[in-house]
């Protein structure tokens, strides 16, 4: 079986991840951002996998950059589709709703997702304050039960199975909908205060994303390295007097924040001084460019 695995990543969680998994099948990770700048993406396996975290689920749970990714392919509806949806919260309230997310997008671009499966890694922020039920915020812990379900997740590709209790899992993210939605309202208005626009505002979330950097803070440390430049997946950091200069593009990987050597990028959904990346990563494995 032949499995072609792309990946998004910025602190190294799906790195690893995609890793893992296209180990199991003797191939090499593709790296999305590398592969955008055509105008078309044409697949030439029979078998994909695309492996991406979650982010902000009850809006999308769908990286930007993996949406257009999908939308670029030319022959979707020709491959057999499998996805791997990492997140740091429980998998049912984030993971589900982003791989229905990607169900929806992969549909309307006349493909199917065949299988999707999820797995939980450290949250790369480590914000487990917000969640109202006790999780396990152990990040060895968490690596190592992922390692193992990783192995489960390549075996069931492997053997073309689907994802146990679909539909449970589903009626559940069917009844949790509503608290999705009083959910949203509070993160919609948090991404207008970031990207600076008034609370009037009627753009979407995906248009707010991208000018969240606004409120990203570079401090007097920099060096004008360019490191965060060059691990940006999107270009969205330019250096202008050996200064980071954002062009409001932002994916909201927390690669700039993560990796900057001096510690003077700061993420405005991270607390000050709260780092993480996973531990086998390391940076130049990031640098897109």
């Known amino acids: 079986m032949g499995l072609a695995v792309y990946f998004f990543s910025g602190t190294g969680n799906t790195y690893i991840l995609a890793n893992q998994i296209a180990e199991k099948f003797e191939t090499a990770p593709i790296s999305i951002p590398n592969i955008m700048h055509g105008e078309k993406i044409h697949v030439d396996t029979g078998d994909m996998c695309i492996v991406f975290p979650c982010y902000m689920a009850t809006l ?134 970031r990207a600076h626009e008034p609370d009037d505002s009627r753009l979407h979330y995906d248009e707010l994303i991208p000018l969240t950097d606004k409120s990203i803070v570079v401090d007097g440390t920099c060096t004008g390295c360019g490191i965060c430049a060059k691990l940006c997946p999107v270009d969205n950091i330019k250096l202008v007097d050996r200064k980071p200069e954002f062009q409001h593009a932002c994916e909201m990987c927390f690669a700039c924040d993560e990796w900057c050597p001096t510690g003077s990028i700061h993420h405005w959904s991270r607390a000050r001084g709260v780092k993480y990346h996973h531990p086998e990563a390391i940076p130049r494995n990031f640098f897109y460019r």
């Open 60 to 193: 999308s749970g769908l990286p930007l950059i993996v949406e257009r990714f999908v939308r670029k392919i030319d022959n979707l509806g020709e491959v057999t589709l499998f996805a791997v949806c990492n997140c740091g919260g429980y998998e049912i309230v984030n993971a589900l709703p982003s791989l229905h997310r990607l169900r929806q997008i992969v549909e309307s671009c006349n493909g199917k997702l065949y299988a999707g499966h999820s797995l939980r890694l450290p949250m790369n922020n480590l914000d487990y304050d917000h969640i109202p039920i006790p999780i396990n915020r152990n990040s060895e812990d968490i690596i190592r039960k992922a390692k193992i379900q990783t192995d489960r997740i390549s075996a069931m590709i492997r053997q073309r199975r689907r994802t146990r209790f679909a539909i449970p899992k589903n009626l559940f993210s069917l009844v949790m909908k509503p608290m999705y939605g009083m959910i949203n309202n509070a993160v919609m208005r948090e991404l207008r205060i």
